[in-house]
């Protein structure tokens, strides 16, 4: 836009020129050569096509003479351009035909040039500044959400690794308690125990097995405490998020969509599970993606785990059969995790026809009869 603007001063500048200058001789055939040469220039980015029709202008000013005064319109396309050189051409029709104008349009002429090039310094530097300041911009923009990206990368871990520092903690607490208290009130028990064997007293009976009594109401209170903190301080979540970060086989992917809390010994079996699946990926494929998806139904939990391994057909063949038959013995060591399922009431699926994927579904309202795994 500012070299159209640039043109139209310049053409209003040169037509009033050449009318001054000329005004018994002009052409209008001479004014639309230019406009349509000066338009073509405009309207090419390509330097050569450019250079051309500046050469083309030349032999115009050449033939008629006139037309010099013209000549601005497009020298204001070659200058500053990589054929800028070429704008000394222009003396060649000046000199051959320096009779032909008059001292007056000389100057005039001269002093259209040094304007013609100080608008294109002015415009070209001001496109240039323009172009570096959307650059600028841009780079600002782009660093910007870098940043965001890293302050939001940067929270997460951070929440996380006070999640888990929190549930490190309340395990700490819980075996401090075990070992310290547990063991000082199991101590007392035994003492007290000790003491009621040797006495004869019945009201020192009557009192040291109501303190027993007390002592094993309060250890009991303890332990439930205890084990209702170390079990919640098993976080599914953090738990396989942590076993995806420590696997360096391959990239693993790690979808949850849990909202209430499945029973502690679900927890663990679907932690086992994971681990399970994931040794197998590094043992038996040649994986380079993992993809763990744990989701929450309404009346059941899902948990998707699945590679894009290559599996020969032989084995696809055999999975297929080991997976109608549910006996995996003989199924890359999954016999184990259809053992947990099966604890769950639950249902465990193999599938290999893109890469290796197993299908777990547990129902929420079975009563938990798998083990115990800690």
């Known amino acids: 836009m500012q070299f159209i603007t640039d043109k139209m001063i310049l053409w209003a500048a040169c037509l009033l020129l050449y009318l001054i200058s000329y005004p018994a001789v002009y052409s ?89 090039t100080f608008m294109k310094h002015k415009s070209f530097q001001y496109l240039k500044m323009k172009r570096e300041y959307n650059e600028q911009r841009d780079t600002s923009k782009e660093l910007s959400l ?25 395990n700490r607490i819980s075996k401090e308690i075990h070992d310290n208290i547990g063991h000082i009130l199991s101590r007392a028990l035994l003492q007290i125990g000790a003491l009621l064997m040797i006495t004869k007293d019945e009201t020192e009976k009557e009192g040291l097995t109501s303190l027993k009594t007390s002592l094993s109401q309060g ?20 738990s396989i998020e942590t076993l995806t970060k420590d696997f360096t086989f391959c990239t693993v992917n790690f979808d949850y969509d849990v909202r209430n809390t499945p029973d502690v010994k679900l927890k663990y079996a679907f932690i086992a599970i994971t681990k399970e699946a994931l040794s197998n990926v590094m043992k038996h494929s040649d994986a380079t ?25 032989e084995k696809r063949i055999k999975l297929k059969a080991l997976d109608n038959s549910q006996n995996y013995f003989d199924g ?20 290999a026809d893109n890469g290796f994927k197993i299908f777990i579904s547990i129902p929420k309202s079975v009563t938990p009869e798998a083990p115990n795994i800690k």
């Open 28 to 116: 209008p055939v001479h004014i639309l050569l230019f406009i349509i040469l000066t338009c073509l220039c405009t309207y090419t980015e390509n330097h050569r096509i450019k250079l051309a029709l500046f050469l083309l202008a030349l032999g115009l000013c050449q033939f008629w003479p006139p037309c010099l005064l013209l000549m601005p319109l497009v020298y204001y396309d070659v200058v500053y351009e990589i054929y800028g050189n070429f704008v000394f051409l222009l003396l060649i029709p000046l000199f051959m035909n320096f009779t032909d104008y008059s001292v007056k349009a000389l100057a005039s002429l001269l002093l259209l040039f040094i304007l013609t």
């Open 289 to 313: 993606k993992v993809q763990i998806s744990l989701r929450e139904h309404p009346a059941m939990y899902q948990l998707i785990i699945s590679d894009n391994g290559h599996i020969t057909e």
């Open 332 to 351: 890359m060591g999954v016999q184990n995790m259809l053992d947990r399922v099966r604890g769950f009431q639950g249902i465990m699926n193999l599938s």
């Open 219 to 238: 250890m009991d209170s303890i332990r439930l405490s205890i084990h209702n903190m170390y079990d919640e301080s098993i976080d599914l979540f953090t």
């Open 146 to 170: 870098l940043q965001e990206e890293r302050n939001q990368s940067l929270l997460e871990n951070q929440d996380y690794e006070i999640n888990v520092a929190t549930l490190n903690e309340r």
